[in-house]
């Protein structure tokens, strides 16, 4: 082991200020971590040839791998920082913040359009109240398995940040959003508005923007099968439209789901 | 004008307080530091506990009930309690139907695992990653109100404390924009911290870099009490680290986990080549009805013991070992498959093949704002009653970890989830009436009081901003975490304790030299964290006396010095001699710990629980063996 790490981080202070790279030396020390550097860096936040700097701003919360914050882009790879080990990257280790969404300053962007998108496609199960009404549906448990992968998505933004059809232009609403209305349409109670979501994803920068590249499956840490979850609702997306356009009468005349 | 409602904090309490609200046709604002969906209650692994009774084994929300006393050792009013006991069936239904993927038995229904302090299958789970999915489940939901307008979403905002106004009651708070680092008042006729713990305070732990408690110490400095702080829970599992330590949750040995060291103490063979008959299953020795499964504080002091005082950690490192390796891989993946993940990530080693290495870490504070109840003759809960989870201080309501009242001296595994949802659920009601009966008289918050709270911030942050001292205050909070982790956790003197709150003080000193490292206007991590780690060393003070004032051992809370000897009989109630100590021990140690700040040190008094006067459950002996 190495006796020093060597850290290199892109660095802005704003969303419109320029960017710097700042390296920073500091000392090896025992499961040292991506987030373990960081915070020794705060505890001393000089660069490596002697220059005082302010702490870099970076988000973090769990520190593992459950809650997404500390998302961010590693020798070039997006992940969470917390489950970076050091003796696994090479060193001199870069950081920079995700590109495809808004910067805040240095590692920290706003994922914000991230949770609008599970706005848009009605991502949650429309209860009658918190009232006591009795157990849920029944569920066999290899649903439920399926179902579980799919729930451990934490909206890190891995899957948009290597998605070429994501862009500051462009509107395509990312895999996440589209894998999550897989997630709601396999529950028997989600199943019944199944309809309003897969229209959610009709609309421009829908399910149809994929342009079938699929580095978001393999980007995720989690593991979700990203790529199956878009095909999936892109054939329901089809049998939807047909559906709508089939019932366009009863839909008019109020009959149908709204 | 409609009330308006402020809760701060999105994890599963603050969440449920929204969701009560929001369902009422409230308007209610969050504050949040984070995106309410990276909450620390992710981290929740194991599950959620509740009578069910799925398994034939008679279980009860009374068996419920009495297994949350008795691991609490009695030190908490009793009817909160039985409410959450009796509403957990019912509250595991409605997350079923939020849609929360919990693990289903052959007939699809929910299915149910061991956890510890108790002999029944009672914790719900979903994976290794309940909390997660709970979290998940109730943002949804709340998202489905933000899209309809009754909730809106402060995001990267910090509370720095509430606006009090001339009868010293909560009119609103004042908020820190954490981007722009922009200051606001926000006024409401009722306001919940749901807020977490406090485990940044020592430094390592197995909570999120979120949970520095500084949103309770600040109201514990405005007036709020803060109720049993010594009493904080050590996890007996976790995997050491240079930034925290993560937990192996309990539902590993739930699920048929063991604890183990090699019987010979020199023994340097791979533990998978180590015989069963070599091997020393410490806990299952002493306590052969709960094995593996004694309450928490009772197994982290039996692997400290026989790390410390007998030298016996495995591989001459500070761990012992937790054996998962002769359960399936499939089963494994299936019931533990998170934290199995967790483990290989981190540490680079398959925990389905290999023991794990862990050791105790500091988890959870069953300590915090005291908060009120009101019960009937029949020790029912009132709904709606606007004293449920009321802090001292009117309109200023607290759920959740921040709350110190469902754990007593020790918290159950898997009553964390529930107690926070149970907190939150009866903490929305109870602002409402609240807002109806009592604050319409008060009218309009005057602007001149919103005015004085943003004025007082804006000038403590601007003398932040120009702290240019010699002292990291990161530096400081390490040695805060440090010194915590040392003389508060799961061993505790008198003596390390009164020099510890001597170097607490110390550190306030040095507090005051400190340097702000950064003058910036967006997202000054460093300026808040300044402001965070005085509220932290506030906090580590008051835990520290509250644990030097408290002479005997009672759940985490264990000075050998003041420790009950072990009974004669197996049985204690038969040990006449070793009852009477427990009897005598009980009548001047069975009260609150209740801490009132002044600016010379906190104001401790212990006072009687309540509830004692016509209890559910009258105190008796606490004994796995």
């Given at each position: 082991?190495?006796?020093?790490?060597?850290?290199?981080?892109?660095?802005?202070?704003?969303?419109?200020?320029?960017?710097?790279?700042?390296e920073?030396?500091?000392?090896?020390?025992?499961?040292?971590?991506?987030?373990?550097?960081?915070?020794?860096?705060?505890?001393?936040?000089v660069?490596?040839?002697?220059?005082?700097?302010?702490?870099?701003?970076?988000?973090?919360?769990?520190?593992?791998?459950?809650?997404?914050?500390?998302?961010?882009?590693?020798?070039?790879?997006?992940?969470?920082?917390?489950?970076?080990?050091?003796?696994?990257?090479?060193?001199?280790?870069?950081?920079?913040?995700?590109?495809?969404?808004?910067?805040?300053?240095?590692?920290?962007?706003?994922?914000?359009?991230?949770?609008?998108?599970?706005?848009?496609?009605?991502g949650?199960?429309?209860?009658?109240?918190?009232?006591?009404?009795?157990?849920?549906?029944?569920?066999?448990?290899?649903?439920?398995?399926?179902?579980?992968?799919?729930?451990?998505?934490?909206?890190?933004?891995?899957c948009?940040?290597?998605?070429?059809?994501?862009?500051?232009?462009?509107?395509?609403?990312?895999?996440?959003?589209?894998?999550?209305?897989?997630?709601?349409?396999?529950h028997?109670?989600?199943?019944?508005?199944?309809?309003?979501?897969?229209?959610?994803l009709?609309?421009?920068?829908?399910?149809?923007?994929?342009?079938?590249?699929?580095?978001?499956?393999?980007?995720?840490?989690?593991?979700?099968?990203?790529?199956?979850s878009?095909?999936?609702?892109?054939?329901?997306?089809?049998?939807?439209?047909?559906?709508?356009?089939?019932?366009?009468?009863?839909?008019?005349?109020?009959?149908?789901?709204? | 004008?409609?009330?308006r409602?402020?809760?701060?904090?999105?994890?599963?309490?603050?969440?449920?307080?929204?969701?009560?609200?929001a369902?009422?046709?409230?308007?209610?604002?969050?504050?949040?530091?984070?995106?309410?969906?990276?909450?620390?209650?992710?981290?929740?692994?194991?599950?959620?506990?509740?009578?069910?009774?799925?398994?034939g084994?008679?279980?009860?929300?009374?068996?419920?009930?009495?297994?949350?006393?008795?691991?609490?050792?009695?030190?908490?009013e009793?009817?909160?309690?039985?409410?959450?006991?009796?509403?957990?069936?019912?509250i595991?239904?409605?997350?079923?139907?939020?849609?929360?993927?919990?693990n289903?038995?052959?007939?699809?229904?929910?299915?149910?695992?061991?956890?510890?302090?108790?002999?029944?299958?009672?914790?719900a789970?979903?994976?290794?990653?309940?909390?997660?999915?709970?979290?998940?489940?109730?943002d949804?939901?709340?998202r489905?109100y933000?899209?309809?307008?009754?909730?809106?979403?402060f995001?990267?905002?910090?509370?720095?404390?509430?606006?009090?106004?001339a009868?010293?009651?909560?009119?609103?708070?004042v908020?820190?924009?954490?981007?722009t680092?922009?200051?606001e008042?926000?006024?409401?006729?009722?306001?919940c911290?749901?807020?977490?713990?406090?485990?940044?305070v020592?430094?390592?732990?197995?909570?999120?870099t979120?949970?520095?408690?500084?949103?309770?110490?600040?109201?514990?400095?405005?007036?709020?009490?803060?109720?049993?702080a010594?009493?904080?829970?050590?996890?007996?599992?976790?995997i050491?680290?240079?930034?925290?330590?993560?937990?192996?949750?309990?539902?590993?040995?739930?699920?048929?986990?063991?604890?183990?060291?090699?019987?010979?103490?020199?023994?340097?063979?791979?533990?998978?080549?180590?015989?069963?008959?070599?091997?020393?299953?410490f806990?299952?020795?002493?306590?052969?009805?709960?094995?593996?499964?004694?309450?928490?504080?009772?197994?982290?002091?039996?692997?400290?013991?026989?790390v410390?005082?007998?030298?016996?950690?495995?591989?001459?490192?500070?761990?012992?070992?937790?054996?998962?390796?002769?359960i399936?891989?499939?089963?494994?993946?299936?019931?533990?498959?998170?934290?199995?993940?967790?483990?290989?990530?981190?540490?680079?080693?398959?925990?389905?093949?290999?023991?794990?290495?862990?050791?105790?870490?500091?988890?959870?504070?069953?300590?915090?704002?005291?908060?009120?109840?009101?019960?009937?003759?029949?020790?029912?809960?009132?709904?709606?009653?606007?004293?449920?989870?009321?802090?001292?201080?009117?309109?200023?309501?607290?759920?959740?970890?921040?709350?110190?009242?469902?754990?007593?001296?020790?918290?159950?595994g898997?009553?964390?989830?529930?107690?926070?949802?149970?907190?939150?659920?009866?903490?929305?009601?109870?602002?409402?009436?609240?807002?109806?009966?009592v604050?319409?008289?008060?009218g309009?918050?005057?602007?001149t009081?919103?005015?004085?709270?943003?004025?007082?911030?804006?000038?403590?942050?601007?003398?932040?901003?120009?702290m240019?001292?010699?002292?990291?205050?990161?530096?400081?909070?390490?040695?805060?975490g440090?010194?915590?982790?040392?003389?508060?956790?799961?061993v505790?003197?008198?003596?390390?304790?009164?020099?510890?709150?001597?170097?607490?003080?110390?550190?306030?000193?040095?507090?005051?030299?400190?340097?702000?490292?950064?003058?910036?206007?967006?997202?000054n991590?460093?300026?808040?964290?300044?402001?965070?780690?005085?509220?932290?060393?506030?906090?580590?003070?008051?835990?520290l006396?509250?644990?030097?004032?408290?002479?005997?051992?009672?759940?985490?809370?264990?000075?050998?010095?003041?420790?009950?000897?072990?009974?004669?009989?197996?049985?204690?109630?038969?040990?006449?001699?070793?009852?009477?100590?427990w009897?005598?021990?009980?009548?001047?140690?069975?009260?609150?710990?209740?801490?009132?700040?002044?600016?010379?040190?906190?104001?401790?008094?212990?006072?009687?629980?309540?509830?004692?006067?016509?209890?559910?459950?009258?105190p008796?002996?606490r004994w796995?063996?």
């Amino acid at each position: 082991m190495a006796d020093q790490i060597v850290m290199r981080i892109e660095r802005r202070d704003g969303p419109d200020a320029p960017a710097r790279w700042e390296e920073f030396k500091v000392p090896s020390h025992p499961n040292a971590n991506v987030i373990s550097v960081l915070m020794e860096i705060q505890r001393n936040p000089v660069t490596s040839d002697g220059k005082r700097t302010t702490p870099p701003a970076w988000d973090a919360a769990c520190l593992e791998e459950v809650c997404g914050s500390c998302t961010m882009v590693i020798n070039g790879r997006v992940r969470q920082a917390c489950s970076a080990l050091i003796n696994r990257l090479e060193q001199p280790i870069t950081l920079t913040p995700m590109k495809k969404f808004p910067l805040i300053r240095d590692l920290a962007v706003d994922r914000g359009k991230m949770f609008e998108a599970l706005k848009r496609v009605r991502g949650w199960i429309p209860i009658d109240g918190t009232y006591d009404l009795g157990p849920g549906p029944r569920q066999a448990p290899e649903d439920q398995e399926i179902n579980y992968v799919l729930s451990t998505c934490m909206t890190c933004g891995c899957c948009l940040e290597v998605c070429p059809q994501v862009g500051k232009d462009t509107a395509f609403i990312g895999a996440a959003a589209i894998s999550q209305v897989r997630l709601f349409n396999n529950h028997p109670t989600g199943k019944m508005h199944a309809d309003e979501r897969l229209r959610g994803l009709m609309e421009t920068g829908g399910v149809n923007d994929c342009g079938k590249a699929a580095n978001c499956a393999e980007a995720c840490p989690k593991g979700i099968p990203l790529t199956s979850s878009i095909a999936e609702m892109a054939r329901a997306t089809t049998r939807q439209a047909f559906k709508d356009w089939f019932l366009r009468d009863e839909r008019a005349a109020g009959a149908g789901p709204a | 004008m409609a009330e308006r409602y402020i809760v701060v904090g999105g994890g599963l309490a603050g969440l449920m307080t929204v969701i009560k609200l929001a369902e009422a046709g409230k308007h209610v604002d969050v504050f949040s530091i984070v995106p309410v969906k990276r909450s620390h209650s992710v981290c929740a692994q194991g599950g959620i506990n509740g009578a069910v009774n799925t398994k034939g084994e008679g279980d009860h929300p009374d068996i419920h009930t009495r297994d949350t006393l008795r691991s609490g050792d009695f030190l908490l009013e009793q009817p909160p309690v039985k409410g959450m006991c009796y509403a957990a069936p019912q509250i595991i239904y409605l997350l079923d139907r939020m849609g929360v993927p919990f693990n289903r038995t052959s007939e699809g229904l929910l299915d149910f695992r061991r956890f510890g302090g108790t002999l029944h299958h009672r914790t719900a789970f979903s994976g290794a990653s309940t909390g997660q999915q709970l979290l998940y489940a109730l943002d949804e939901q709340v998202r489905r109100y933000e899209s309809e307008g009754l909730v809106r979403k402060f995001e990267y905002w910090e509370y720095l404390s509430f606006v009090k106004d001339a009868e010293g009651a909560c009119r609103g708070i004042v908020a820190l924009d954490l981007r722009t680092m922009q200051i606001e008042a926000f006024p409401a006729d009722a306001v919940c911290l749901a807020t977490g713990g406090p485990g940044i305070v020592y430094g390592r732990s197995t909570n999120s870099t979120i949970n520095t408690g500084t949103a309770a110490s600040r109201a514990y400095i405005d007036g709020a009490i803060y109720t049993n702080a010594e009493f904080i829970q050590v996890h007996p599992t976790a995997i050491p680290g240079e930034d925290k330590h993560r937990l192996m949750s309990e539902s590993a040995r739930g699920e048929g986990g063991r604890i183990w060291v090699p019987k010979n103490k020199d023994d340097k063979r791979d533990p998978r080549t180590i015989p069963e008959n070599e091997r020393w299953f410490f806990l299952e020795e002493k306590y052969p009805k709960y094995r593996n499964l004694v309450p928490r504080d009772v197994a982290s002091r039996e692997i400290v013991y026989v790390v410390r005082n007998l030298g016996r950690g495995v591989e001459g490192q500070e761990a012992v070992y937790l054996d998962v390796t002769h359960i399936p891989a499939a089963t494994l993946d299936r019931k533990l498959g998170g934290i199995m993940e967790i483990y290989e990530k981190f540490v680079g080693v398959d925990p389905r093949h290999t023991p794990m290495k862990i050791f105790p870490a500091v988890h959870y504070s069953m300590g915090g704002l005291w908060v009120d109840y009101e019960a009937d003759a029949r020790n029912d809960m009132v709904p709606g009653s606007p004293r449920q989870q009321a802090t001292n201080i009117p309109g200023l309501y607290a759920a959740g970890e921040v709350d110190y009242g469902y754990h007593g001296a020790n918290r159950l595994g898997a009553n964390s989830l529930l107690s926070c949802i149970y907190a939150g659920m009866i903490a929305g009601p109870a602002m409402i009436s609240y807002a109806k009966n009592v604050a319409p008289k008060k009218g309009d918050v005057p602007k001149t009081l919103l005015g004085q709270g943003k004025t007082y911030w804006s000038d403590r942050f601007d003398k932040i901003y120009k702290m240019d001292g010699t002292e990291n205050p990161f530096v400081i909070g390490r040695e805060m975490g440090e010194l915590m982790q040392k003389i508060s956790t799961v061993v505790k003197f008198n003596k390390d304790l009164d020099e510890g709150v001597g170097k607490i003080r110390e550190m306030k000193e040095r507090w005051k030299r400190s340097n702000v490292l950064d003058t910036g206007r967006t997202l000054n991590q460093s300026a808040s964290y300044v402001n965070q780690l005085w509220n932290m060393l506030e906090l580590a003070e008051l835990i520290l006396v509250c644990g030097r004032l408290r002479d005997e051992s009672r759940g985490s809370h264990y000075k050998p010095d003041f420790a009950l000897p072990e009974p004669k009989t197996k049985d204690p109630t038969q040990d006449p001699q070793w009852m009477e100590a427990w009897r005598v021990r009980n009548e001047k140690w069975l009260k609150l710990t209740m801490a009132r700040f002044s600016a010379d040190g906190p104001k401790v008094t212990f006072e009687p629980l309540k509830s004692l006067a016509n209890p559910i459950l009258k105190p008796e002996p606490r004994w796995y063996a």
